[in-house]
């Protein structure tokens, strides 16, 4: 399973479209991801935004465009999922709210309290 952070209300736009991330492939050339086990690296990023986020658990066996694991820039030997192309819906197995406490922090949600950060 990989993970994709992005605002609920982008979520609400695509949710019942087959696929989405044309904006991201436009802007990037691909959507960022990230394993559970590097989430807590990453999600803090999204703190000082104001507007609600949700984490798309996307199944990248079911996933029809390639996935790319590759090495980050700024953290070297830390690869994290990058998809080429577009990601169909059916190979989502949920969708969870970004938690935070009541300093705004991301807080792990329960569904991935068995999984150890690395």
Known sequence: M??????????EEVKDQDSWGENDLEKYGFIHCSTVEYLWRVL????????????ICIDENRLLSEVRYEDHED?????????????????I???LDYLKDQEGHYRKNPEFFEIEDQ
């Open 2 to 11: 990989i993970i994709h952070c992005m605002k609920k209300s982008s979520w």
């Open 44 to 55: 803090p990023g999204f703190e000082e935004d104001t507007e609600e986020r949700v984490l």
């Open 75 to 91: 953290y070297p030997g830390r690869y994290y999922p990058h998809v080429y192309g577009l990601v169909n819906n059916d190979s």
């Open 93 to 95: 197995l949920m969708v």
